[in-house]
């Protein structure tokens, strides 16, 4: 459940196998030659798999519009089968068509793909006029099976996918959990203590992206706004609540260490430095034990069983309640765990609703009263909230792709004329969800291992059966569930899938030889190679421009934040906002990809893999700090205006004044000369009164160390682009 949340990959992969045994049966029960169950194999693969929208209603809608494209594609390529220089022609206009649709939605992108994919398997059976009854037969069997997969047999409504996200974000909470168990009872001189360490970064890691998955899920369920926004908000602050247990509990352990964030990118940890405070080290076997009833607390519950809910000693501490006797920074640990435990009665609130409070003591009362009040200001705020337009793609991937398919027809029928559409299909394959020419690469080389490696299972395993077509076509099938479990997981996984699945095919049509797969890798080099090239001469998008471009991006929502989380302190007007929260998290995903092919640990360029590295980690602290500004904004006491006080505002629009610049220097490649501004190391006062209560003076302070916090990042963010900061 926490390795696949929601078990998308796992009805993935079930959905394809499942249709491809329908069809194979019905074919077989009509005694179809080989070929033909080939065809309706792929095809079932095809449309049960592309078709993604979330809602049922337009699943059918796609399949219905799919049937007819694909009955069109199919009678064209089997009729252009014969004439090798006009199939070739018409495959690279389907593709450019097929890419080029796209900015019409998810709809087209599917029937796009539904056309390129029947055009390429008429030219792989060699499928014929005098075939294409029964090719029509197949392909409509196949989208049938599909149909009956996705409907009835395997159906994945979208509430019944939200509700597996959601327990899979809470086991991926109590794995956090237990990471920071373990770092916290074996303490910093465990020999283990690294290994700890890395292992609760892994667990917050596979954290956040869960609560992404949510999130993105959200975007496209039909739950009603409010409710939508409800869940993205509990989901949010429990994320944030944990990474900062964590992140202050790191502090306590090693109090000589810097530990700002969770990111893997930076290493704060020293080995060597102060010891533990006396009294923090006494109090460890007691945040041990609240540590393990939080996790209780954060445990998905088993059906008919009661909720486990978090005790009053534990949401206390958030009202300095209970502490220990020990230094402040152990019992800020105990505060944020009482913040931890509100924001878990908060989350189960969202998702399973509101239970009988009979059993609630006093500040679990107190909770689910300011809960309620919170959930009441996000529905008047969902009332009047609007969508933000789509950004459509443009033609520029349309052109590449035709251009370097055009060039792997040419490539692939010198290589070989019998398999020369295996370089096209290699091209299609690498440029699809690339943006740059590094992404490409990346892609590319992956394909190749992936391919080499299946073109030598595929031999071992076609040696093995022999002529047995059945146990071929169970072969076939296990490669169909890897193919699909693994393409989230490993694209060298699912290329090795895929080619051991083709090997079973060829074997099928009694064309697998050593010299077919050794052809078959050289056509997967051509395709690669052509890609790569078109990438690199028709409107080429270089990997420095579109990692600045998302880099400029990342900036921009991240003065966004600042800015909404500062409006919404001094109670002014400015929206929620975890929404550009959110649009920071996302923003910064999409950098992180288009940065793979320089964090790889292949690449070549060391020095520019650490300075990739460094400025990931730099731009994770600042939105790690600016996620928790945020729940902190929305968390600030009644009647509290931290972000009115003027220090405060000076202080935040020079932080906004460097991100403006660091986006100017970065828009015009570090050209300019203007220098960051430095500005506190510590807040010489807090903007609050001297007999402010310690619940304000708490979340004042927190406020100044998040603003600090990202005003550091933002700073060594440009050291490490090279760009000068002012010294005075």
């Given at each position: 459940?926490?390795?696949d ?17 329908l069809?194979?049966g ?12 080939v065809t ?12 993604t ?10 399949l ?15 009729a252009?089968?014969p004439?090798?220089?006009a ?23 599917t029937?796009?793909v539904f ?11 060699q ?67 690294d ?9 917050a ?11 993105d ?9 409010r ?8 989901v ?10 964590a ?14 964030t ?23 076997p ?21 909720p ?6 534990l949401?206390?501490y ?10 402040p920074v ?5 505060r ?6 509100h924001?878990l ?15 609630d ?10 809960l ?47 398999r ?5 299909f ?42 047995d ?44 030889t ?5 052809v ?17 001469l028709?409107?080429?998008v ?19 934040v ?10 002014r007007?400015?929206?929620d ?29 060391r ?9 990931l980690?730099?731009?994770?602290t ?25 220090c ?7 932080i ?18 203007t ?9 010489a ?5 001297d007999?402010?209560?310690a ?17 550091k990042?933002?700073?060594?963010l ?11």
């Open positions: 459940m926490a390795s949340p929601g078990h998308i990959r796992l009805l993935s992969a079930l959905s394809a196998v499942a249709a491809v045994l069809t194979l019905v074919l077989a029960a009509l005694q179809a030659s080989v070929p033909i169950l309706g194999a792929l095809t079932a693969t095809v449309s049960t798999v592309s078709v929208e979330p809602l049922p209603r337009d699943q059918a809608l796609t219905a519009a799919g049937a007819p494209v694909a009955l069109a594609i199919t009678a064209v390529g089997s252009l089968t004439y090798r220089i199939a070739d022609v018409v495959f690279v206009l389907v593709i450019f068509v097929a890419i080029y649709i796209r900015r019409l939605g998810a709809r087209a992108t029937l796009g056309a390129f994919q029947l055009f390429f398997v008429t030219q792989l059976v499928s014929g006029v005098d075939q294409l009854a029964q090719l029509c037969l197949a392909v409509l069997v196949a989208f049938g099976s599909s149909a009956l997969v996705r409907f009835a047999i395997l159906p994945s409504p979208p509430e019944w996918t939200l509700a597996r996200l959601q327990r899979a974000f809470r086991l991926r909470l109590v794995l956090v959990l237990d990471a920071l168990i373990a770092v916290t009872e074996g303490g910093p001189k465990s020999p283990r203590a290994r700890a360490v890395d292992d609760l970064r892994r667990q890691a596979r954290l956040h992206t869960g609560a992404m998955m949510i999130q899920r959200l975007e496209t369920d039909t739950l009603d706004r409710t939508v926004g409800l869940i993205q908000r509990r949010a602050e429990a994320e944030t609540a944990v990474e900062r247990l992140v202050l509990v790191l502090r306590v352990l090693w109090p000589g260490a810097d530990v700002d969770l990111t893997r990118h930076l290493t704060n940890i020293r080995p060597f430095g102060p010891p533990i405070d006396a009294r923090d080290a006494a109090t460890l007691a945040l041990g034990l609240e540590l393990r009833t939080l996790r209780a607390v954060a445990r998905p519950r088993s059906a008919g069983a009661d486990v809910e978090p005790s009053n000693r949401l206390g958030r009202n300095d309640e209970h502490l220990p006797g020990a230094s152990m019992q800020d640990v105990f944020s765990a009482g913040e931890f435990a924001a009665f908060g989350l189960r609130l969202a998702v399973e609703g509101d239970t009988s409070a009979s059993q003591g006093p500040e679990a009362t107190r909770s689910r009263e300011e309620k009040e919170e959930d009441s200001d996000l529905a008047r705020e969902a009332e009047t909230k609007q969508d933000s337009p789509r950004i459509r793609p443009t033609t520029r991937t349309a052109l590449q792709v035709a251009t370097g398919s055009a060039l792997a027809v040419v490539g692939g029928e010198l290589l070989s004329p019998q020369w559409y295996w370089a096209v290699t091209c299609w394959v690498v440029f699809i969800s690339t943006t740059s020419t590094g992404e490409l690469l990346v892609r590319g080389y992956r394909r190749l291992i992936g391919t080499v490696s299946g073109v030598i299972a595929g031999l071992a395993l076609a040696t093995l059966i022999g002529d077509p059945w146990t071929a076509f169970a072969f076939v099938i296990l490669s169909v569930f890897g193919m699909y479990y693994t393409t989230a997981v490993s694209y060298t996984l699912m290329s090795f899938f895929v080619t051991t699945m083709i090997g079973m095919l060829s074997s099928l049509l009694h064309a697998l050593p010299g077919v797969l050794v078959r890798i050289e056509e997967t080099a051509v395709g690669i190679a052509c890609g790569l090239a078109a990438a690199l028709v409107l080429p270089r990997t420095r421009e579109r990692t600045d471009q998302l880099l400029c991006d990342v900036l921009e929502r991240l003065r966004a600042l800015a909404q989380s500062l409006a919404q302190l001094g109670g007007a400015g929206g906002p975890l929404d550009p929260a959110r649009g920071l998290d996302s923003a910064l995903e999409s950098l992180r990809l288009s940065l793979q092919p320089l964090i790889t640990q292949s690449s070549p360029l020095s520019r893999r650490r300075t990739a590295l460094r400025v980690g730099l731009l994770e600042a939105a790690f700090h600016a996620r928790s500004l945020a729940t902190t904004a929305q968390l600030m006491p009644v009647g509290v205006r931290t972000g009115a006080d003027p405060l505002l000076a202080e935040a629009d020079r906004d004044r460097n991100l403006v610049t660091l986006i100017d220097q970065v828009t015009d490649g570090g050209k300019g000369e220098p960051l501004e430095r500005g506190w190391e510590s807040p006062r807090l903007p609050v009164g007999t402010a209560p619940e304000e003076v708490h979340a004042t302070r927190r406020v100044l160390r998040h603003l600090q916090r990202v005003d990042s933002v700073q060594g440009a050291r490490t682009l090279g760009i000068p900061v002012h010294s005075g």
